[in-house]
Structure formats: structure tokens, C-alpha cells
């Protein structure tokens, strides 16, 4: 027996899609207000009466938008799962149109109706449209819930006169009446909601052809609740960038301090054509896995410009407390509901993921808090354009976007973007906290001994008194900064033990390069050998042990040698200038950790050609005596240069490379310390360069020579 049958819907289908398909109450209200949206309207309001006392809860959506006919409510409203918005979307692209206050459609699905089967039992809708009557339903939806078919289940539309509603002739738009709620609001839900209706449009650029205002019949309710004008003044950092195809256009960064942070300047970076790379594992041409930088481009796929603004602010309590926002607990609570990074497709929200941390920042920021942000400490914006952007496709439940591809390649972008503004902040935070952090108590502890010791010497007569007061203060700060100096040496035991990992790890990156390759015997047993030379380096510097004379020039040609896999690897040329040079340079110290120096430059030099087409990466070492006294090691590199200013490049967990812990020129500069020589950053027309390197990175390694 064969048989042709369609499919027959039970009546409950409504209420289960109605119930299931919106995940929770505001999302409901929004996809309605989004309606509104699509409808051309310029004014919304969201009312809401005796919602905590469902006998009598009602909520109340209306718009001045174009409103409906009885055919659009008929054959378009009452049709859910319609594609009238796609087709009226890809004809008004086709067409290069759009509506008469310049919008595109936000749905395309035809589910938003379904946020009336999550709000309550009964919906009643009164629309009109220019020059056509009023279109009256009135729908219970418990009729619904019966074991009857949903062709069965009728519902009377009524077309009447216009008047009833809307009284002059000219006014258009749609009201909605939802009562018998599921479920009574609280309090929070109806703040949470204030604040998502609130977030609608982007704070940076709200529309002003679009307001959505909230009623409701307990006003108490929404008193006290900090908006975006009240705490943007709050902002230390803040960021805009465009990003189209694989780079960065253009890169603006800002720190402005507080009026009151007097011992901070404000600070500003700007950057063009930034080229956005991603590292991940490929394959090499033997089948086996190695690090690769690949570019991270949008122009694949229909996605368009990415416009990102993005507002940082600091969180530390006693920094708060000298702050000019004196409502501090409001500014955290505002963060922790709203903050985060959002998108915006024509300035209207979209919901990027279900708890609204779509880019993962709370879990980098766990695992690397120094350096990372957080949805709490950071207002974000992600801008993209609804013509543009038709391969990123919402999720029908207004969760975020299908998670495929065409997703993958955009959020890679966005966070690489949003790495470059955290190194930026890290930069400036780092002069906070040495300014004005809960640990830095050393400055104004000193400070206040020799404000109390001026005092003392213009108050106290008695000079037998003054010497006794001014001989005990002087040995109470005298045992301050030992016991600090003492706590600082303990403290750093973990900076130490990030510094000693740091460097084991590049050797053995080396080793396992070495071990893959034919004839590596000799490069596996110098790495060897390298490994045991740190933890004696190392070790020597505590035990205080005395330096050893070795030649320069044998040391430069060893680091070259222990890394001479990743050169070749990274097709990476080396000119060694200093090998023209017939003098013999000696200098005192320990060899393996000068080496460690020369290895750590080097590795910073290859990352950063990563930005350089083959075969044109080079990189260049020279020796002179340009300072009397100091034999000096020159590395050069034709990269990109230094993105981060060269007074803060030593400083630990400072750095722009992505995923870089920031400790390598750090490790550099205080083992130049432990030998009293020096790292500095010559520019190119300071030395006799090849042209070539003009735009590139210089560092200078400089240490007394010996006789």
C-alpha cells in the first residue's frame, strides 16, 4: 500500500514553539520591539502593569510604525515561519533599497510572533496602516493547548473602521496587549529587562530615529539604575578600530586618566594596516604538526566592514576610592549586567551567545588575569552592516549566530582586535599600579617619614629631643626598606620561576625541531647541554658567583646555533657583520645566560616577521665600541618594529604579540643588570645600517670590556 499524506500539526504545537523556541521572557519583549523595528517605527513603548500579581498582569507593546492590513496580518502574521522578510531583505539589497528611514529587515525568519506565546495566555493585537481600517485579533492561546488539529483551531480577524484606537486618520502602528502571564515578574527581571531594552541600541551610537521607552505601574522599581552616560566618564582606556578584509585599517587607542591621577600622562597610539594573523597548527610538507601564523580574512565571506569600539575601566577599590564617580557599587553593578562586548548589525543588538560571552574574555582572564580582560571591566561595541553581513546567520532562537565557519572567521578577527587594545592597557596599567596600586606603599610611606622628620625639625625646641625623634625615624625607615626590599626578593620568587619556564620551554621548542631533523646528533647534545647551563646560570646569579672572560663573538655564533632550526624554518637570512670585524671582543660574565639574551631577541625578531613576505626576512647582528669603555652587540631585524613604546618594552608581562607572556625582553633586561651593562633601543639613523632595516626593531646589548 502507498499513500501521499502530509504532515497535520496538533493545535499544542503553538505553545510548545511559543514556549521552547524563546529562551526566557526579555528575549520575548526584544523580538517584539524588533517587530516595531522592522515596522519603520520611531517611537516604542513598553508598558508594564501589576506584572507581580498575575491576576491582573498585563504587558503592553506599541509603535507609531507602518502597522498592518488585513491581508499582512492574515496571509503574512498569522503564517509563522513566513519568509516575507527574507524576500523583502535580498529584494531591497538586490534593489539597493531601503526603507524610508534608511533600514533594512532584522528578521528574516518569521518567528518573533513567538514571543507572545512566552509572555502570556491571551494576546490581543489592534494594528493600522495608512489609508486602510483598523485589524482587530484577539487570540487565547489555551484554546491551543487542546488534542485538536491547528487547521481546526479558528481565529476571528475583524477589520472595523479606524477610530477605535487610533483616532486621527493619520496616525499608523500596532498594539499589542499580552495578559493571563505565565509567570510574574520580579524586581530583577524587570531591571534586567530595563537594561536590555536600554542596550538595544549601541551606547556609543544610539539611533535617534529609534526610542524605546518603558512604563511601568511600580516606578520604584527601576530607581537607582546607573546608565552608560553616568559611568562612560569612568573609562581609563578606550579603543576604535575598523577592521575590513585581514587587517586592522586603522588602530586609535586613548588613556585618559583621571583628573586626580596626576603622576599619569595621558597617552594616545594610532596604527594603519595592521594584518591580522592567528597562530594555529598545520601541517608541514613531511605530514607533521608545527606553529604557523595564517591570516584571519573576512573578505572570503560576505561580512563587510567591522567597526569596534571598546571602553576599559579598572576595577581596584583603592583605585575607585580616588575616583571622581562616587557611586562605586553602582559602577559594578552596571558592569556586571551589562558589561561585555556586544554586536550591533545596523545599531541594533544582537544576542552574540547565551550568557553573552561570546569571545571567551572570562576564561582567558582566568588564565592570564595580569593581561586580560574580563566582561566586567570592559563596554564593547562590534558594528556590522545588514547588507553587508548575510553570512552570518542568527540562531532562530536569538542566541548568537550559527556557529560555523563564516562565525569562526569573524569572532578570530574581533579577538585579535581586542588583544591588541589589552596590550595597550597593560601598558598603562602597569603605571598604575606602580602609582597608585594597594601594594605600592613604599613612595608614600618614605614620603610621609620626611614630611614628619621637616616637621619635627621646625616644631620641637628641645635639640636633645629633635636628635632622639629624628635618630629613631631614621632607623625606622631604614628597617622599612630593608624588610620591602626583602619582601620584593621573596614576592618575585614566582616571577622567577615564570622567567626559568620561559627559557626552558624555547629549548626544548629547539630540541624537538633538532630531534625531527636527519644528522641532528651534535644540535641535540649542545641543547642538552644548554638545558643544564641554565640551571647553573641561573643559580650563579644567586650564589653571587664571579662572571668568567669569554669571547663575544663564540656566543652569537652558539645562540645562532642553538636556534638555527626555527631560522631555517621561518626562512629567516642572517647577516653577520661581526664576523668582518678582526678584533677579538672580551667580555666578563655568564655565558649561558647572555646567550639566553641573544636567543630571546631572536625569537621576538622571528615573530614579528611573521609580517614579513618571504624570502625578505633578515636579520642582523653586528659588534662595536660606539661608547667608550663598552663593547656593544647590535640586533636588527626588517619587521614591523616595536608597536609598544621602548620605556615599557622591558617591563614583565608587557607585550603586543599574541599569546606572548611578555617576559622575554624583561628576562633581557635584568640579566644586563646582574652583569652592569645595558639594554638599549638605538634608532636607525644613531648607526651605519642598510636601508633596509630602517622600519624595523634595534636593540643594543652593551658590557664593559675587558682588557
Known sequence: MRESVVFRPRARLMSQLGEQLIKDETIAVLELVKNAYDADAKNVRVTMENVDDLSS??????????????DIVKNIWMEPGTDHKEKKLKEMIEKQEKSKLGRLPMGEKGIGRFGVHKLGHKVTLITRSMDNPEVFISIDWSVFNSNDYLSDVNVDIVERPPGRLFLDNSVTGTRLIIEHLKSSWTRGKVRDLHRAITSLNSPFEALDSFKVKMEISRPEW????????????????????????????????????????????????YEASIELKKQTVIKDKDGKNKKAFVPVDLSDYSIGPVKIELLGFDLDSSLLKLGEFTDTSGLKKYLNTNGGIFV????????????????????KRVNSPADKISTNIVLGSVKIERDKSLDLEEKTNREGFIENVVYERFRDAVLLAVEKFEHDRAIDKYLIRKYYGSTS?????????????????????????????????????????????????????????????????????????????DESSKHVRSL?????????????????????KFNFKKVIDQALFLVDFRLKAHNVTVERRYLEKSNDFVVK???????????????????????????????????????????????????????????????????????????????????????????????????????????????????????
Not at 537607582?224 to 578600530?241: D, N, P, R, W, Y
Not at 545599531?347 to 572570562?362: A, F, K, T
Open 344 to 363: 550591533y548589525r545596523d545599531n541594533i543588538r544582537v544576542n552574540p551567545s547565551e550568557d553573552g560571552d561570546w569571545l571567551d574574555l572570562n576564561a
Open 441 to 517: 606603599k613604599s613612595e608614600p610611606v618614605i614620603a610621609e617619614v620626611s614630611l614628619l622628620r621637616d616637621k619635627i625639625n621646625s616644631k620641637v625646641s628641645d635639640t636633645e629631643l629633635q636628635r632622639e625623634i629624628i635618630g629613631r625615624l631614621d632607623n625606622i625607615e631604614r628597617d622599612y626598606k630593608r624588610i620591602t626590599e626583602v619582601y620584593q626578593k621573596s614576592s618575585s620568587i614566582g616571577l622567577s620561576m615564570s622567567i626559568v619556564l620561559h627559557e626552558i620551554d624555547k629549548v626544548i621548542s629547539e630540541l624537538k625541531l633538532a630531534i625531527d631533523k
Open 222 to 269: 527601576l530607581e537607582g539604575i546607573v546608565t552608560f552616560e553616568q559611568i562612560k566618564e569612568s573609562a581609563l582606556f578606550h579603543a576604535e578600530m575598523t577592521i575590513e578584509g585581514n587587517k586592522i585599517l586603522e588602530y586609535n587607542y586613548k588613556f585618559t586618566p583621571w583628573r586626580i591621577l596626576d603622576k599619569l600622562d595621558r597617552r594616545s597610539h
Open 589 to 707: 660574565g655568564n655565558e649561558h645566560l647572555i646567550t639566553s639574551n641573544i636567543i630571546n631577541i631572536i625569537d621576538n625578531a622571528i615573530w614579528w616577521l611573521s609580517y614579513v613576505e618571504e624570502p625578505h626576512k633578515k636579520v642582523l647582528f653586528d659588534i662595536t665600541r660606539e661608547i667608550s669603555g663598552y663593547v656593544t652587540i647590535v640586533i636588527a631585524d626588517n619587521g614591523r618594529g616595536f608597536t609598544i613604546p621602548t620605556d615599557m618594552i622591558t617591563k614583565p608581562f608587557i607585550t603586543d604579540k599574541t599569546g606572548g607572556m611578555g617576559l622575554g625582553l624583561h628576562l633581557v633586561s635584568e640579566i644586563m643588570k646582574q652583569h652592569n651593562g645595558r639594554i638599549t633601543f638605538p634608532l636607525f639613523s644613531d648607526l651605519e645600517l642598510p636601508n633596509e632595516y630602517k622600519h624595523g626593531a634595534i636593540i643594543a646589548l652593551s658590557f664593559k670590556e675587558e682588557e
Open 57 to 70: 498582569a498585563t504587558i503592553i507593546i506599541e509603535d507609531d510604525g507602518d502597522g498592518m492590513t488585513y
Open 528 to 548: 642538552v647541554e644548554r638545558l643544564g647551563g641554565l640551571t647553573d646560570g641561573y643559580a650563579n646569579v644567586v650564589r653571587s658567583r664571579s662572571f668568567k
